[in-house]
């Protein structure tokens, strides 16, 4: 599951991997982001310094500089392969199902956001994470209208407009699950029907 801050990916997300497991599926369940491992550390200590105070990144209240967008996806693509390994690789091959708060199209519109690049996710190391992501399994993209957004995350409504934005950009297709007007029961309701038909 991929999208918005405030959508319910997490409600959902944890739900799903608890219906699973009652089905009698060995599940792992994951999140990720961006900013992991050594990428956290690094976004600590710039914080430090005025020249990358800004609000792109509101968990460590830095800004990088648009124009090392690419090192900094660069950067967090090194931070995200620990990561990948452990929580996504090797589950599935132990013949898990891994279920995802979050995946690589977050960690892609993440660096957009943080570097304020909105090319991020034209580049070829954003396109490999699509890649990666379009070999994950079934997709599915939470969203939610920006008001229901605003109220559940807290977010100032231009920031998740910059975020629903980003995930236009990406062109993945996957189903949508707009959490807008039902309970989280329903829109869990919906993704099991649609795993259950072999959805994709």
Known sequence: MFGPDGSGKTTISKALAAILKER??????????????????????????????GLSNPYYGIAVPSSASRLWLLLEY????????????????????V????????????????????????SLLARHLM???????PLFFVTAGLGSLMARSGEAPMYLRRQLALYGKLGLNANIIDTTDETPGD??????????????
């Not at 090194?78 to 199902?97: E, K």
């Not at 829109?187 to 994709?200: H, K, Q």
């Open 24 to 53: 009698g599926h060995r599940v792992s369940w994951s999140w990720m982001r961006g900013s992991h491992t050594f990428v956290s550390l690094l976004s600590r200590f710039l914080a430090r310094f005025p020249a990358f105070h």
């Open 131 to 137: 890649a990666l992501m379009r070999r994950a399994g």
């Open 187 to 200: 829109s869990l309701n919906r993704i099991l029907a649609i795993i259950d038909g072999g959805g994709c």
């Open 78 to 97: 090194l931070g995200f392969l620990p990561i990948y390994v452990l929580q996504y690789a090797l589950p599935a091959w132990l013949d898990y199902t």
């Open 99 to 122: 279920v995802s708060d979050r995946f690589t199209a977050d960690l892609v519109v993440w660096v957009a956001l943080v570097t304020d690049d909105p090319t991020v996710p034209d």
